[in-house]
């Protein structure tokens, strides 16, 4: 009978004391079933990273490095050689094993000294590959010039290339590399948040619907009337008193709510590759599509005309041979109907056997003919 009447007295405690802890530290559950998390859509307003870049040389090519003609990288290379104490005139130097490149990284807010950042290389010469290259130290510095890092270290290209005698083999990108925790920080970023009593949290997609749904869910989770939106990339909040001390302990809070994000219309077509992204909102009013190729295809031949055995006057000559060949594939024409959806678009335009620069091509024109409610983004 006591232990029954300890643990009961010990459970009734914990009943007792749990609601007030979790109203001050416990994050909410979420308010809005689905949607995306507030840390994915919005960020603390003046909290950003910083764009930083440098100048550096990487060495240790396989004579795939910049030429003579580059003269840059030359003086760089004489100008680091004097450094360590070895003079040479910079018209004797050769740069067939290095390459000039730009080092470029984003320092993220509340890094500290000795935190590693990722860096991408670029090469600004004419180098033909950076394989098997390594990076030597370069300053990375902000849009302010301080320097903020320092970055060295082996590259990785994702990629190889390799040949002689003019038959080459080349997968990706060769000119352009990365570095895995290649930068090491040297200065921070100065970013406090001390004691506030309201907070801005900015959108990173504009929406005045995202927004008002953020402010009711914020409103959910700390209160009615503790957040507003001011337009369509700001919320504002009013901090509570028990978190005015600690912003970080609210953010901690705000974060993983959810909130239903309202989507553009939106279309995004890259022409380079031929990617067409079809948002989901997308819709079209009434249309007749018909879409068909024309391809007109030369190719020219050439033969050999000798002269006949024993001729005094006749010269063996080259003559051309051309042909020219054009070809029209046969067009269906589609009807769309008014709210026609997405899947009903994409269904249409498999019907037409269209391929992806066709679509890109009958999007436009619907477009332009006032039909596809959309916003078309070319990349």
């Given at each position: 009978m006591r232990w029954r009447t300890v643990l009961a007295a010990v459970m009734v405690s914990a009943i007792a004391s749990g609601p007030a802890r979790a109203a001050v530290t416990a994050p909410d559950v979420d308010v809005v079933p689905g949607g995306a998390r507030l840390k994915d859509i919005a960020s603390l307003d003046g909290v950003q990273p910083i764009q930083l870049i440098g100048y550096g040389l990487v060495v240790g090519l396989l004579k795939t490095g910049d030429s003579q003609q580059t003269l840059f990288s030359v003086q760089t290379l004489a100008n680091m050689l004097r450094r360590f104490g070895v003079v040479v005139p910079a018209d004797q130097v050769k740069v067939a094993n290095v390459a000039a490149v730009m080092v470029t990284a984003e320092l993220p807010p509340f890094i500290r000294p000795g935190g590693r950042l990722d860096v991408t290389v670029s090469s600004v010469g004419d180098?033909?590959?950076?394989?098997?290259?390594?990076?030597?130290?370069?300053?990375?510095?902000?849009?302010?010039?301080?320097?903020?890092?320092?970055?060295?270290?082996?590259?990785?290209?994702?990629?190889?290339?390799?040949?002689?005698?003019?038959?080459?083999?080349?997968?990706?990108?060769?000119t352009v590399g990365r570095v895995p925790d290649g930068a090491i920080v040297q200065t921070g970023q100065d970013v406090t948040l001390g004691d506030r009593t309201h907070i801005m949290l900015s959108l990173h997609d504009p929406d005045y619907m995202t927004a008002e749904r953020m402010a009711a869910v914020i409103d959910g989770s700390l209160g009615p009337g503790s957040a507003r939106a001011l337009d369509s990339a700001t919320v504002q909040v009013k901090v509570p008193q028990q978190?005015?001390?600690?912003?970080?302990?609210?953010?901690?809070?705000?974060?993983?709510?959810?909130?239903?994000?309202?989507?553009?219309?939106?279309?995004?077509?890259?022409?380079?590759?031929?990617?067409?992204?079809?948002?989901?909102?997308?819709?079209?009013?009434?249309?007749?599509?018909?879409?068909?190729?024309?391809?007109?295809?030369?190719?020219?031949?050439?033969?050999?005309?000798?002269?006949?055995?024993?001729?005094?006057?006749?010269?063996?000559?080259?003559?051309?041979?051309?042909?020219?060949?054009?070809?029209?594939?046969?067009?269906?024409?589609?009807?769309?109907?008014?709210?026609t959806t997405l899947q009903?678009?994409?269904?249409?335009?498999?019907?037409?056997?269209?391929?992806?620069?066709?679509?890109?091509?009958?999007?436009?024109?619907?477009?332009?003919?006032?039909?596809?409610?959309?916003?078309?983004?070319?990349?």
């Open positions: 180098a033909k590959s950076l394989q098997g290259g390594t990076l030597m130290a370069a300053p990375l510095r902000g849009p302010n010039g301080k320097v903020y890092a320092m970055a060295e270290g082996p590259l990785s290209i994702g990629g190889f290339g390799g040949g002689t005698g003019g038959n080459t083999v080349q997968v990706n990108h060769l978190y005015q001390a600690s912003i970080a302990d609210l953010m901690a809070r705000l974060e993983p709510l959810r909130v239903a994000v309202d989507e553009p219309a939106r279309v995004v077509i890259n022409e380079r590759t031929g990617t067409v992204v079809v948002g989901a909102n997308v819709q079209i009013g009434p249309a007749a599509v018909a879409h068909g190729n024309l391809s007109v295809r030369i190719s020219t031949k050439y033969q050999v005309s000798q002269p006949s055995p024993f001729s005094q006057t006749g010269t063996t000559q080259v003559v051309p041979n051309t042909n020219v060949n054009v070809q029209e594939g046969t067009a269906r024409l589609v009807q769309l109907n008014e709210g009903a678009v994409v269904e249409s335009l498999n019907t037409l056997g269209a391929t992806p620069r066709d679509i890109i091509a009958i999007l436009q024109a619907l477009k332009a003919a006032g039909a596809l409610r959309a916003e078309i983004v070319i990349i």
